[in-house]
């Protein structure tokens, strides 16, 4: 059964920083697509970033030159780095252990980790 679980996050001032770690059992980790979504309050749930088996990344363009997305395939570990971290940052952070492509963008088909909030004061 897959697991993932999250860490990291928290209450930081606009333009700090922050990095979350979602680490992942009872799958094939370095063969899969790691992703990291947000979910505002009252909003859909949305892709921030994404990071293929052969270390490809994408990135939602509100985050682009912001946040990093990396991998440790030895620690079955993803990674999400956010620096200049301004208030429309504030969400739940959710990373997702098997996205695949969807037409142009990328959908998750794969367990979900338990949440974490971030919240940027301004």
């Known amino acids: 059964q897959v697991h993932l679980v999250q860490s990291g996050g928290g209450l930081v001032q606009a333009g700090g920083s922050l990095r979350l770690s979602c680490v992942a059992s009872?799958?094939?980790?370095?063969?899969?697509?790691m992703g990291w979504y947000r979910q505002a309050a009252g909003k859909q749930r949305d892709l921030v970033a994404v990071?293929?088996?052969?270390?490809?990344?994408i990135y939602a363009d509100s985050v682009k030159g912001r946040f990093t997305i990396s991998r440790d395939n030895a620690k079955n570990t993803v990674y999400l780095q956010m620096n200049s971290l301004v208030p429309e940052d504030t969400s739940v952070y959710y990373c997702?252990?098997?996205?695949?492509?969807?037409?142009?963008?990328?959908?998750?088909?794969?367990?979900w980790g338990q949440g974490t909030q971030v919240t940027v004061s301004s």
């Open positions: 997702n252990a098997d996205l695949f492509r969807c037409g142009s963008s990328w959908c998750a088909s794969g367990s």
């Open positions: 009872g799958i094939r980790f370095s063969i899969k697509a």
């Open positions: 990071i293929t088996s052969g270390d490809s990344t």
